[in-house]
C-alpha cells in the first residue's frame, strides 16, 4: 500500500544553484576519478538485433509552442552522433552525459522543453529526454544492467496514445541526472540510432544472437488524492524473461515510480 506523499516544497533559487555546484563537481569527481571503466568506442556493425523501438518526434501536448518541439528535434540531431554506434564491452558503462557532453549555444543546441518543479519552460538543450527515455526503454530488453536512472517527480501530462507503462522513462539533467548501464555479459552490445522524418528509431545489437526474450509490465498502478489537496500517481515496473521456447525464468522486478500530478485525472477509469 502506498503511503501519503508530502506536499511538495518550494526550495530557494540561491538553495538549487548551490545543490547543483555541489552535485555537478561531485559527478566531475566521480568521473575522473571513479574506478569505472566508461564506454566510448565504435566497433563495426554488430549483427544480431536484441531490441529495437521507436517513438514519434512530435507530439500534440497541451499549452506547449510546437516550436520547442521543432527545436528538440535540432538538438537530437546534434546529440544522437554521439552515442550512435558507441559499443559496451564486458565490464564497461555506458554514460550518457559523458559521451553526450554538456548541451550549449556554442554547439549549436536550441531551446527546447524543460520540465521543472512540475512545470516546463524553455531551456538551451531541451527535448533529449526523448533519447534517454528511448535508451532506457531499449536497455530493459537486453541483459544489460541499468546502475543509474530518474524520473521526474512531477506527471506533467496526461497519457496521450501511450504505448508504454507510465514511469517505463529515464530523465536527463546535465550531469548528475545521467543514465549508466552496466554490461555484465560476456558479449559486446551496440546502441544504434537513426532520426527519420518523424521518429527517433533506437536499437541494442551484439556479437551474440540473443537467447532471452523480455516483457516489461506495470503493476500497482494507482492514481490517489493526497490530504494535501493534490494527486499523486505510482505503479511498479516489472519483467518477465522468457527463454526462446517461451518458457518462463523470471519475473523480475525493475523500479517503483511515484509522482506528482500536475493535472486532474479521470475520476471515471477506475484507478482510484
Same mark, same amino acid.
Given at each position: 500500500? +502506498?503511503?501519503?506523499?508530502? !506536499?511538495?516544497?518550494? /526550495? ?9 555546484? %555541489? ?16 564506454? +566510448? ?6 549483427? =544480431?538485433?536484441?531490441?529495437? +523501438? ?8 497541451? @499549452? ?31 554514460? =550518457? ?8 549555444? /556554442?554547439?549549436? %543546441? ?5 520540465? !521543472? ?5 524553455? $531551456? ?11 535508451? =532506457? ?39 548528475? &541526472? ?9 558479449? $559486446?552490445?551496440?546502441?544504434?540510432? *537513426?532520426?527519420? @522524418?518523424?521518429?527517433?528509431? &533506437? ?8 537467447? /532471452?526474450? %523480455? ?14 489537496? &493534490?494527486?499523486?500517481? +505510482? ?9 526462446? @521456447?517461451?518458457?518462463?525464468? @523470471?519475473? *523480475?522486478?525493475?523500479? *517503483? ?5 500536475? =493535472? ?5 477509469? &477506475?484507478?482510484?
Amino acid at each position: 500500500m +502506498h503511503k501519503m506523499t508530502p !506536499k511538495p516544497i518550494k /526550495r530557494g533559487l540561491l538553495r538549487l544553484k548551490l545543490g547543483q555546484i %555541489y552535485f555537478s563537481s561531485k559527478r566531475w569527481l566521480y568521473w575522473v576519478f571513479g574506478d569505472i571503466k566508461f564506454a +566510448h568506442r565504435r566497433a563495426e556493425d554488430l549483427l =544480431y538485433e536484441h531490441f529495437t +523501438h521507436a517513438t514519434p518526434l512530435l507530439r500534440n501536448l497541451k @499549452d506547449v509552442d510546437m516550436e520547442l518541439q521543432y527545436n528538440k528535434i535540432t538538438n537530437l540531431k546534434i546529440a544522437v552522433p554521439k552515442v550512435h554506434m558507441v559499443t559496451i564491452y564486458p565490464g564497461e558503462v555506458f554514460s =550518457y552525459w559523458r559521451l553526450i557532453g554538456v548541451p550549449t549555444i /556554442r554547439k549549436g %543546441y536550441l531551446k527546447g522543453m524543460v520540465l !521543472k518543479n512540475g512545470t516546463f519552460s524553455p $531551456g538551451v538543450g531541451g527535448g533529449l529526454c526523448q533519447l534517454s527515455n528511448l535508451i =532506457y526503454w531499449l536497455s530493459l530488453h537486453t541483459p544489460l544492467t541499468v546502475i543509474e536512472r530518474h524520473r521526474h517527480g512531477y506527471d506533467v501530462f496526461p497519457d496521450s496514445d501511450r504505448t508504454q507503462p507510465f514511469g517505463s522513462g529515464a530523465t536527463c539533467f546535465y550531469n548528475y &541526472g545521467d543514465l549508466m548501464i552496466r554490461n555484465n555479459t560476456n558479449q $559486446g552490445f551496440q546502441l544504434v540510432l *537513426e532520426i527519420t @522524418d518523424t521518429h527517433l528509431k &533506437g536499437a541494442w545489437m551484439s556479437d551474440v544472437p540473443p537467447s /532471452r526474450i %523480455y516483457d516489461v509490465y506495470e503493476k500497482e498502478h494507482i492514481i490517489k488524492p493526497e490530504f494535501w489537496g &493534490g494527486y499523486t500517481r +505510482h505503479n511498479t515496473i516489472f519483467r518477465k524473461v522468457f527463454d526462446l @521456447d517461451n518458457i518462463l525464468l @523470471d519475473d *523480475e522486478f525493475v523500479v *517503483e515510480n511515484h509522482a506528482i500530478m500536475m =493535472y486532474e485525472p479521470l475520476l471515471s477509469d &477506475g484507478k482510484i
